[in-house]
């Protein structure tokens, strides 16, 4: 028998199971996840030279989800045009400044959930300006600098040919230590590796032949000793360490007659020479430098006055060239200096047989070449060195550049004590620029190596 269930309670049963199936058996429906917020990495803080092309490289990440938008602006500083503002990487051309200025840029990401971080990033913008520095004790020409443990060193030169001096640059102050075993009148040269300065090659005398001997000075004990000499012996060459070896470049071989394209790597931990590739073209009187732990090679004398540059790569044994210098240069200066290489004086051919006083940078990531400030003295076969120095309270900034020759010291006065300011900078209230979207409005504090780049003696037009 079928019982009788009034249409109104049918419809109400039926409403009842549609909103139980529908809230899962009468429970609580879970609440959505919380969004987190995305994190936003500006880079570490800048000096960089006046004109210079400086890109802003960001990162930023969304644990849940991801990246909708990046906008870089600037906070402080006078106004420059940015260039790709609205994804992580912005460059913008440095303003000409006269004295240190401070430019403030912030990177703001947003996610696809509308939450917000930001992060500022600071760069220093340096002038360039030359002032004068203590003069050399022997004034010469032709010597080679090096630097070891904090303190630069000069090696031979004309008139001077066994003569060590040691410059301390926090004392300001030069000694003469230890003379050489071997003379080197000019165009030897010099590199630093293990706190121990390795004097490689150049003339004995005026009428002497090239050399292949390798002498090492050691600054902690004032003493020399003798490595394998050069399987070929060479004047006129450049050297520079990358990875710990050395690399013995170009030149003019022992008569002086022929100009060379040999390339040859010496390894301290072993005492062995090998032969490398050789230059794309033989030079004598190139430069070469350490940047970025690359070997790179400029100028010198081929078939004339060579703007030409290369680069070494290590790992393949093979040359690139790269964006030939503004002019061609012999018996110049080269060190690296904020990433960039630096070429300093030497011989252009105009005037001829003269020496100058033009600078000029390469950027490795541009592949440029822009002209700086003049030494304010010519000069030319004057030596270089790279120093690097690690402060028991962090990481500073002192570089300079120094140029000497005929008596005369000066130094490109463009950063020192940038980076300690830099930090005061960044700690002063001024620049606590909160980062939105997290909890924290603290400041990171760059660390930057602190190097200081010298060019040493020279020939004065």
Request: charged share 20%; glycine share 10%.
């Amino acid at each position: 028998m079928l019982s009788y269930i009034p249409r109104s309670r049918n419809i109400a049963s039926i409403l009842v199971c549609s909103v139980l199936v529908a809230c899962g058996g009468g429970s609580s429906p879970a609440p959505a996840p919380a969004n987190l917020p995305p994190t936003a990495n500006a880079g570490a803080d800048r000096v960089v030279d006046k004109n210079a092309t400086v890109t802003l490289s960001g990162s930023a990440t969304d644990p849940d989800g991801r990246i909708a938008s990046v906008r870089w602006s600037q906070l402080r500083g006078p106004s420059v045009i940015l260039n790709g503002s609205d994804s992580a990487s912005s460059y913008f051309l440095a303003p000409s400044v006269t004295s240190e200025t401070t430019l403030e840029f912030m990177m703001t990401v947003t996610d696809d959930d509308g939450a917000i971080a930001s992060d500022s990033i600071v760069v220093l913008v340096q002038p360039d300006a030359w002032e004068s520095g203590v003069p050399l004790p022997h004034p010469r020409w032709g010597l080679a600098a090096c630097a070891a443990n904090a303190k630069i060193y000069t090696f031979g030169g004309v008139d001077h040919a066994t003569l060590t001096e040691e410059f301390d640059i926090a004392t300001q102050t030069w000694t003469t230590k230890a003379s050489m075993p071997v003379p080197r009148y000019i165009s030897h040269a010099c590199a630093t590796v293990g706190g121990k300065i390795y004097v490689m090659g150049g003339i004995p005398d005026e009428w002497g032949l090239a050399m292949g001997n390798v002498d090492v000075y050691d600054p902690a004990t004032d003493t020399w000793s003798t490595q394998p000499a050069m399987p070929t012996p060479r004047s006129d060459l450049a050297a520079a360490v990358v990875n710990g070896k050395i690399y013995a470049i170009g030149g003019r071989n022992s008569t002086l007659s022929n100009t060379m394209n040999t390339v040859e790597e010496f390894d301290p931990a072993t005492g062995a020479w090998t032969a490398k590739a050789p230059l794309p073209v033989g030079r004598h009187t190139p430069m070469a430098a350490n940047v970025g732990g690359w070997l790179y090679v400029v100028g010198g004398f081929s078939d004339g006055y060579s703007s030409a540059a290369y680069l070494y790569d290590h790992y393949t044994d093979s040359w690139r060239q790269l964006a030939s210098m503004q002019a061609g240069r012999v018996s110049h200066s080269a060190t690296e200096w904020h990433g960039k290489l630096y070429v300093f004086g030497g011989e252009t051919g105009t005037p001829a047989n003269f020496a100058v006083t033009s600078a000029e940078s390469y950027d490795p990531v541009t592949d440029r070449w822009t002209r700086k400030t003049d030494m304010p003295n010519a000069r030319e076969r004057h030596g270089h060195h790279r120093r690097r120095l690690d402060l028991s309270v962090g990481w500073a900034d002192l570089h300079r550049v120094h140029t000497a020759g005929t008596g005369i010291c000066r130094h490109l006065q463009s950063s020192a004590g940038s980076l300690a300011r830099l930090r005061r900078l960044r700690n002063s209230t001024a620049l606590q620029t909160p980062r939105k979207g997290s909890t924290s409005s603290s400041i990171r504090t760059a660390r930057l190596s602190k190097r200081e780049w010298v060019s040493q003696g020279g020939e004065r037009s």
